[in-house]
């Protein structure tokens, strides 16, 4: 198993950069940011949303019989009479698949999986392989191995016995092949992996774990999984547990935005606590409004009571219900939920199950029934992070005005519209018919969400609304201009003819270009209006329903009718599957955020599956991180500005680790980019750099009047 230590080699930047800007080599101090747990930037909306899900599958579990102990089901699979059908594996990755695809995740963390393939074997499956058959779209793997002990428990070495170094990791055949360990696997491409070993001693019987973090092409945000033993209580395995949950931990407090899950084989949330003090958790909170939506839901279910008779058949047990497995974030929650009823809760006693017993002939293979929807004695806990919109159409005329966002949602422009080149590119509309319509529904009116839009409404102009989504009768909610001079932002009562509205009203301006965002908490019932990054307005709503029907830009429906056709400009809508907070709303109207999707082309070496990327620094992971294609790499990074209609460019500055952290100069007089308007992919070549060195660089955006915050630190090496 490759593993990855954290020796100290070289000096890393602080938070604040000397950073080379269009001034020349000056220092100019990284602007301020206003932090909140959970969300340590401030910008988790910028952020892809990342809908993640932690499964402790037991693919190699020990028993063959339930009255055995770690006996999980359709662990190596049930045969037909000849012995020949092998459908267990399947079975269980049939299940990830299930709650992948249902859910719509973009990460599975498995724990107590078959990964690869054991040498010589040449009939055995492991569980990646049926996985990536089963899901939908492109997926990239990575695993990391665990370390078992073959050998019987030893005393543990803090009370003075030698621990017995043995080592065990290849799945136990004969369907199953590969090593026994974790795995994450990402709708997206992998650029970068790392796995750092657990120090606990070889010899306990749950063995040695590790943490396995990856990094995704494109995502702000790093993923991370592991198991943790738990081998008993007292002080010394209270020490081994601590010692484990310290290097979790450190890991993950070296990532500004990261998610991790996994089995951590406690019910005890104080053991975590250095978790929590660094993350939110996401089944701490309800997350709908009605009740429904349970607390630290269970996630391990264990057959409690259990009388076997002399065949090792058992005659009667009982269920108990545990919270093992977590789902931890630096950024907040918009859901979670345990789905408990895929845990196994089958009835093996003998009078349902009489072949499930030890004297049976199938000596290879369980001779026990599962339920075919119960896939594991762990259940599936999934969360979705506070991430990018769910809608995001410029609306600017472009090839992709009316699409983007990670819903992938579409639009079509029907009636009296133009596309103009107004603020950066805007979407006229007529006052009359005009509108752009999506296929269907964004999100859910009855749960939290947000909207976005840049509007300049007509002077004289009537009761024009931004945006709408369609109901049977009348819109769930709507953003509008009101012919008295007003902004609302509004959520009706009920579908119904009755204009009962719960509205938020601010002043309005027409003929000018303003920020619109309309923010619903359904946990509180909050209702606000912001103007330009600004709170400007309040209301309570309460009386919640879903509207259906297609999310509409341009007008609203009442009475059935499609009306208040929007006179004037649109443009740069979004939405979002939650309730950002005022921080976030300026942010997202007003301020300047550090860059995303910083990568160097890479060589790859020994990584040459994970070729591109933002790679962390070498005195915690090793030299893991790629090699520069040549000495005068490109380094690029995405920017944005709030203002579509603004140019925009980004200030790069590059350090010289290995010759003693020298600055280099980028860009001829300072480190700028090409300028963009709006946002979009920009790079600097580097001046000729030093064979065999490492670099470590940083990036921000400006508009030449503000600055952002400075991403996270990028490294590489030249060969």
């Known amino acids: 198993m490759m593993r990855r230590t954290s020796a100290s080699r070289l000096h890393i930047w602080g938070t604040v950069l000397a950073v080379v800007a269009l001034m020349g080599a000056q220092a100019v101090p990284a602007a301020a940011v206003t932090t909140t747990p959970g969300d340590p930037g401030g910008t988790a909306h910028t952020r892809e949303s990342v809908r993640a899900m932690t499964w402790n599958i037991c693919g190699d579990a020990g028993g063959r019989i339930a009255s055995d102990a770690g006996y999980c089901p359709w662990r190596n699979g049930n045969t037909t009479d000849d012995g020949k059908t092998f459908d267990g594996p399947a079975t269980k990755m049939a299940g990830v698949a299930k709650v992948v695809n249902d859910r719509n995740l973009n990460v599975v963390m498995l724990q107590e999986v078959c990964a690869g393939k054991t040498p010589g074997d040449t009939e055995g499956v492991n569980h ?4 990536a058959g089963k899901l939908e779209g492109e997926w990239t793997f990575a695993s990391a191995g665990m370390t078992r002990p073959d050998e ?29 360990g974790v795995a994450i696997a990402v709708k997206g491409k992998i650029t970068w992996k790392t796995e750092t070993d657990f120090e606990t001693p070889l010899g306990l019987t749950m063995g040695r774990g590790t943490v396995l973090c990856v990094e995704v092409e494109g995502w702000e945000s790093h ?8 081998f008993g209580s007292g002080a010394t395995f209270d020490g081994y547990y601590k010692d484990q949950i310290d290097t979790v931990a450190n890991v993950v407090k070296k990532f500004p935005s990261v998610v991790l899950g996994g089995d951590f084989n406690t019910r005890d949330q104080n053991k975590l606590q250095p978790l929590y003090s660094l993350m939110s958790e996401c089944d701490q909170r309800a997350y709908t409004p009605d009740g429904t939506d349970a607390v630290n839901e269970p996630t391990k279910i264990t057959r409690s009571n259990v009388v076997t008779d002399a065949n090792g058949g058992i005659v009667s047990h009982g269920y108990e219900t545990s919270k093992i497995d977590y789902l931890f974030s630096t950024d ?3 859901g979670c939920d345990s789905w408990t009823q895929l845990g196994d809760r089958t009835d093996y006693r003998v009078t349902v199950q009489p072949t499930c017993t030890s004297t049976t002939p199938k ?6 029934d599962p339920d075919p929807t119960a896939y594991s004695d762990h259940t599936p806990l999934y969360g979705y992070t506070q991430g990018g919109a769910k809608l ?17 949602h579409t639009g079509a422009l029907t009636g009296g519209g133009a596309w103009t080149a107004e603020h950066g590119g805007a979407l006229e509309l007529n006052g009359s018919d005009g509108a752009v319509t999506a296929t269907g529904p964004v999100v859910s009116t009855s749960r939290s969400f947000t909207v976005s ?8 102009a009537g009761t024009s609304v931004v945006l709408s989504q369609d109901g049977t009768t009348i819109s769930g909610m709507m953003l509008w201009y009101g012919q008295d001079g007003t902004w609302r932002f509004g959520l009706p009562k009920a579908d119904s003819s009755t204009w009962a509205v719960d509205q938020a009203v601010a002043p309005a301006t ?29 209301a309570t709503h309460t009386s919640r329903w879903d509207a259906n029907g297609p999310f509409v830009i341009g007008r609203d429906k009442v009475n059935g009718v499609n009306n208040a056709y929007f006179d004037g400009f649109v443009q740069g809508v979004e939405v979002f599957d939650h309730a950002l907070r005022d921080d976030q709303v300026a942010s997202h109207a007003t301020r300047l955020t550090a860059p995303t999707d910083k990568s160097t082309p890479l060589q790859g070496g020994e990584w040459d599956s994970f070729s591109q990327g933002c790679h962390l620094p070498l005195d915690f992971f090793g030299a893991d991180f790629g090699t520069a294609i040549g000495l005068t790499p490109t380094l690029t990074a995405t920017v944005d500005h709030p203002d579509p209609s603004k140019e925009v460019w980004a200030e790069f500055s590059l350090r010289d680790d290995t010759a003693g952290a020298q600055p280099i100069v980028l860009g001829g007089p300072g480190s700028a980019s090409a300028r963009v308007r709006g946002g979009g992919t920009v790079s600097v070549t580097t001046p000729p750099l030093v064979p065999g060195h490492s670099y470590a660089w940083q990036v921000r955006t400006t508009d030449g009047t503000a600055v952002s915050p400075l991403a996270a630190t990028c490294n590489f090496r030249t060969r």
């Open 128 to 131: 990646l392989d049926l996985l």
């Open 152 to 180: 019987p428990y030893a005393e543990p070495e803090r009370s003075g016995v030698e621990m017995i170094d043995q080592e065990g990791s290849d799945c136990r055949g004969p369907a199953l092949t590969g090593t026994l």
């Open 223 to 230: 993923v991370c999984t592991t198991h943790v033993a738990n």
């Open 332 to 334: 907040a929650f918009t």
């Open 363 to 368: 000596t290879n293979w369980s001779p026990c």
């Open 392 to 408: 995001a159409w410029k609306l600017d005329g472009g090839p992709d005005a009316t699409s983007g966002g990670s819903g992938g």
């Open 453 to 460: 839009a840049w509007a300049k409404v007509d002077p004289g």
């Open 510 to 538: 027409a003929g000018v270009w303003t920020r619109l965002t309309g923010v619903y908490d359904a946990v509180s019932g909050a209702v606000a209006l912001y103007v330009d990054g600004q709170k400007k307005a309040t």
